[in-house]
């Protein structure tokens, strides 16, 4: 499935069975080499797996999520993808889209449903969202006169999130204004909740950090990456989960001072800890802050896999007590926050500390379970 940022920030009403469909059942018949891939295996399992695709290819041309809608204008075809082909259809109200459509909702690429476009229009354009994926496939293996055009020759943008107004340009048809940006709106950034620890912890660096012009903090996935954002501008890097602690290592060992890793509970115990047991193992020229707010804050509010569990993974993997620490980031600690930070920072070796404070959503939500008892 491609997950694009659009889809991953719809809602809709869905329907369910009433009773759940049975589980398959337990497969015993399965040859054991085809889950080992040694080399040997490998090879034999490859030659299977290149076999299916012309059947897997057959299943897409067949299947019912893929559909080719014809029209009478065949000047210009459409190729439409996931969300894409909702903005389409948002761009003709009635439905009626006057030029022939493939709707591609399954892959691989249907290629005979494709060539029929390619064969009967004069032009055909690629509406899909991310990168140019399925037009990159068109260009590559499909014959026929069509000139394909798309995100790679202009007619929509080479990056960013597709809207139905670039689409209806794309086309030809009038904007919609309902799309356009009003000037007197003031932008909306996302921002750190009110009574958020992780507030009180970049307001503890920034202000340690001042005796520090060439310090480089290095952050994390998670609600805390906010943190590079005004007021705070803390951070000075977010890669991917896990990076912080990692990218800071290996600045200490090409001889950056100070290096701060900051991050969140959930994504320490998700691809940190690795990191940390590599830091400690060389006893790092680090410090590393591990910002816990109980909970995994930015993707709902579960459980963290480490909750309570952090200075005993963190001793675990070799820190020491004399160098592990852990504060409440409230704004009447900031004396003892500050001076501990500084304190890590001069010393010449591996420090964890670990701001604990509970987010402010799950804090508001256990209140009123509490209230409602």
């Known amino acids: 499935m491609r997950v694009t940022t659009r889809m991953a920030h719809s809602r809709a009403v869905v329907e369910v069975a009433e009773e759940s469909k049975a589980q398959n059942e337990l497969n015993y018949n399965a040859k054991a080499s085809n889950w080992v891939l040694l080399p040997a295996f490998a090879r034999k399992r490859n030659d299977v797996v290149t076999a299916q695709q012309p059947m897997l290819e057959q299943m897409a041309v067949e ?36 030029y022939p459509v493939l709707k591609v909702s399954q892959y691989p690429l249907p290629k005979q449903l494709v060539r029929r476009m390619t064969d009967d229009c ?52 009038p904007s919609d204004e309902a799309y356009k940006t009003c000037e007197d709106v003031a932008p909306r950034p996302p921002a750190l909740c009110q009574g958020c620890g992780h507030r009180d912890v970049y307001t503890a660096l920034n202000q340690v950090l001042l005796d520090y012009p060439n310090a480089r903090v290095f952050g994390d996935i998670g609600c805390y990456t906010l943190g590079f954002l005004p007021p705070y501008k803390a951070i000075h890097s977010c890669v991917d989960m896990g990076a912080s602690i990692t990218m800071a290592k290996g600045a200490a060992d090409a001889g950056q001072w100070p290096a701060l890793a900051i991050i969140g509970d959930s994504t320490f ?22 910002s816990d707010n109980l909970t995994t804050a930015m993707t709902g509010g579960q459980d963290s896999a480490g909750t309570n569990k952090f200075e005993a993974i963190c001793r675990a993997l070799g820190v020491s007590d004399e160098h592990l620490h852990v504060v409440n980031p409230i704004p009447k600690n900031m004396p003892e926050i500050t001076r501990i930070l500084k304190e890590e920072i001069e010393y010449n070796g591996l420090s964890v500390i670990i ?15 509490k209230k409602a008892k």
């Open 63 to 98: 299947s019912a999520y893929n559909k080719y809608i014809d029209a009478p204008d065949h000047k210009l075809g459409i190729i439409a993808s996931g969300i894409a082909f909702n903005y389409l259809m948002e761009c003709y109200p009635d439905g009626k889209c006057p």
């Open 122 to 173: 004069e032009f055909v354009l690629v509406a899909e969202e991310g990168q140019p994926f399925i037009e990159d496939q068109v260009r590559g293996v499909m014959p026929g006169n069509a000139v394909i055009r798309g995100r790679l020759t202009g007619e929509l943008p080479r990056t960013g999130e597709l809207t139905p107004d670039l689409l209806k340009k794309a086309l030809g048809l």
């Open 269 to 290: 115990t998700h691809s940190g800890m690795t990191g940390l047991l590599d830091a400690a193992n060389e006893n790092a020229n680090i410090v590393v802050i591990i």
């Open 355 to 369: 701001p604990r404070r509970e987010c402010m959503q799950t804090l508001q939500r256990h209140l009123k379970q």
